[in-house]
């Protein structure tokens, strides 16, 4: 009988150097109990493990960075006769060191600024204290073109900064004779154009408007950074803005509503840093109707004639209500187209008859009959129409009389049948 005595064999991990900074071949080791050799042998980082050689107890990483540090350990195995055993180190703790910061670059006073001001940036880092002895490199980039390249100067002047220097600007810091090289965010810089003058000009010219017309102004500046406002002032009252993104022109239309819309228009171009204005345009305006009175012509002519059609109507109905007065002279006798019975329509005035006969060959029309009394005292007959009623003479649409029952003269003249007659009478002679 064979007796085996089996020790327990203890696995120890170890990296070289320590510190280790970035940069620099990090070594790990895993190791047995005195110095036992191990196989198929595994590294692990952060449990993952890592694509080192299984035949080898040691494992090469051979540019470590921050991101190689982390928790460590590893795996091997050891014979015994026709067994294997299988160990597993402790896990260490390997903290890769930085060189120097990751730079930042600042730009001084501001990364937006006026034209013509002048500019500093600045990559700023702060090496290991282990390595302060170390010289570092400064380069600086604008757009994905260098600037500067391997300074030893940490800071770029610009003395006087146009519209074309604006951009995205980085800067990269590295080690003498080292691969380490760290570059900082970019940083965007504006430089502000102030805006020129301003031209105005308006569309269609000044000359020949009139109320109605539409007219546009347009305001643009050839120099300035966007965005831009402009505003429109008439005699030095705004009117309105309009904000260029991009810096185009800008147009203001509107409708000449009356001569008021006349005068000097200017404009006014405004961006972050300056404020230009243009020179006056003259405006003017032909015409003094305002645009209510003008738009409602229409309206006003259709009123005007409705206004006439009433006063001729009211006209016609003053001719038919007042008589007209003839001047010396007697009412000559005519005599009334006889009725059947050979009666005539009497007409009274103040008490007394007056026959007056119509031709055949005249048309009947409404009028009024001046009659002359003694002395020279004028009085005016009205003739007017009135519905037909029994015992009157009405007129026919042929001109002719037509009697009915009663005759003119079976009327008393002072009664009410008679005054009814008197008026149906004048509508025989003048319908």
Same mark, same amino acid.
């Given at each position: 009988?064979?007796?085996?005595?089996?020790?327990?064999?203890?696995?120890?991990?170890?990296?070289? &150097?320590?510190?280790?900074?970035?940069?620099?071949?990090?070594?790990?080791?895993?190791?047995?109990?005195?110095?036992?050799?191990?196989?198929?042998?595994?590294?692990?980082?952060?449990?993952?493990?890592?694509?080192?050689?299984?035949?080898?107890?040691?494992?090469?990483?051979?540019?470590?960075?921050?991101?190689? !540090?982390?928790?460590?350990?590893?795996?091997?195995?050891?014979?015994?006769?026709?067994?294997?055993?299988?160990?597993? !180190?402790?896990?260490?703790?390997?903290?890769?060191?930085?060189?120097?910061?990751?730079?930042?670059?600042?730009?001084?006073? !501001?990364?937006?600024?006026?034209?013509?001001?002048?500019? +500093?940036?600045?990559?700023? @880092? #702060?090496?290991?204290?282990?390595?302060?002895?170390?010289?570092?490199?400064?380069?600086?980039?604008?757009?994905?073109?260098?600037?500067?390249?391997?300074?030893?100067?940490?800071?770029?002047?610009? &003395?006087?900064?146009?519209?074309?220097?604006?951009?995205? =600007?980085?800067?990269?810091?590295?080690?003498?004779?080292?691969?380490?090289? #760290?570059?900082?965010?970019?940083?965007?810089?504006?430089?502000?154009?102030?805006?020129?003058?301003?031209?105005?000009?308006?569309?269609?010219?000044?000359?020949?408007?009139?109320?109605?017309?539409?007219?546009?102004?347009?305001?643009?500046?050839?120099?300035?950074?966007?965005?831009?406002?402009?505003?429109?002032?008439?005699?030095?009252?705004?009117?309105?803005?309009?904000?260029?993104?991009?810096?185009?022109?800008?147009?203001?239309?509107?409708?000449?509503?009356?001569?008021?819309?006349?005068?000097? =228009?200017?404009?006014?171009?405004?961006?972050?840093?300056?404020?230009?204005?243009?020179?006056?345009?003259?405006?003017?305006?032909?015409?003094?109707?305002?645009?209510?009175?003008?738009?409602?012509?229409?309206?006003?002519?259709?009123?005007?004639?409705?206004?006439?059609?009433?006063?001729?109507?009211?006209?016609?109905?003053?001719?038919?209500? /007042?008589? &007209?007065?003839?001047?010396?002279? +007697?009412?000559?006798?005519?005599?009334?187209?006889?009725?059947?019975?050979?009666?005539?329509? &009497?007409?009274?005035?103040?008490?007394?008859?007056?026959?007056?006969?119509?031709?055949?060959?005249?048309?009947? @029309? %409404?009028?009024?009959?001046?009659?002359?009394?003694?002395?020279?005292?004028?009085?005016?007959?009205?003739?007017?129409? +009135?519905?037909?009623?029994?015992?009157? /003479?009405?007129?026919? %649409?042929?001109?002719?009389?037509?009697?009915?029952?009663?005759?003119?003269?079976?009327?008393?003249?002072?009664?009410?049948?008679?005054?009814?007659?008197?008026?149906?009478?004048?509508?025989?002679?003048?319908?």
């Amino acid at each position: 009988m064979t007796l085996c005595l089996c020790l327990p064999v203890l696995l120890d991990l170890q990296f070289l &150097p320590d510190p280790v900074f970035e940069g620099e071949v990090l070594t790990l080791k895993c190791q047995g109990w005195m110095h036992t050799q191990l196989s198929q042998v595994t590294f692990y980082k952060d449990g993952k493990p890592l694509d080192c050689s299984k035949n080898h107890q040691v494992c090469f990483i051979e540019t470590a960075t921050v991101k190689n !540090s982390g928790q460590y350990s590893c795996k091997g195995q050891k014979t015994y006769t026709t067994r294997w055993l299988t160990y597993t !180190s402790e896990a260490i703790m390997v903290q890769v060191q930085e060189l120097f910061l990751p730079p930042v670059l600042s730009a001084i006073p !501001s990364p937006e600024l006026g034209e013509d001001s002048p500019l +500093t940036l600045r990559c700023q @880092t #702060k090496p290991h204290p282990q390595k302060s002895t170390w010289q570092l490199f400064f380069s600086f980039h604008k757009n994905g073109h260098t600037l500067q390249e391997r300074s030893l100067h940490q800071e770029l002047s610009i &003395p006087e900064v146009k519209e074309r220097d604006s951009g995205l =600007y980085w800067c990269k810091v590295a080690l003498e004779g080292h691969r380490v090289q #760290k570059q900082s965010p970019p940083l965007e810089i504006k430089v502000q154009a102030p805006v020129s003058r301003p031209l105005l000009t308006l569309q269609p010219r000044a000359a020949g408007l009139a109320v109605g017309d539409v007219v546009e102004l347009l305001c643009e500046a050839e120099r300035g950074s966007p965005p831009i406002l402009y505003s429109f002032y008439l005699n030095g009252e705004i009117l309105g803005n309009y904000s260029a993104l991009h810096g185009e022109a800008a147009p203001l239309r509107f409708l000449l509503k009356s001569e008021q819309d006349a005068g000097n =228009y200017t404009c006014e171009a405004e961006n972050t840093i300056s404020r230009a204005s243009s020179g006056p345009v003259k405006l003017s305006v032909n015409g003094s109707q305002d645009m209510s009175t003008f738009i409602s012509s229409n309206q006003l002519v259709a009123w005007l004639l409705a206004c006439v059609l009433g006063l001729m109507v009211i006209a016609a109905g003053l001719l038919a209500y /007042f008589r &007209p007065w003839r001047k010396a002279g +007697t009412l000559p006798s005519r005599n009334l187209p006889s009725a059947p019975g050979g009666e005539q329509c &009497p007409l009274y005035a103040n008490g007394k008859d007056v026959q007056q006969d119509h031709p055949q060959s005249r048309k009947w @029309t %409404r009028a009024s009959l001046p009659y002359q009394k003694d002395k020279g005292e004028n009085v005016t007959y009205s003739l007017a129409h +009135t519905k037909r009623k029994e015992g009157q /003479f009405c007129l026919h %649409r042929d001109d002719t009389l037509s009697a009915q029952e009663t005759s003119c003269k079976e009327l008393n003249p002072r009664s009410q049948a008679h005054r009814d007659l008197f008026v149906d009478c004048k509508d025989v002679l003048y319908q």
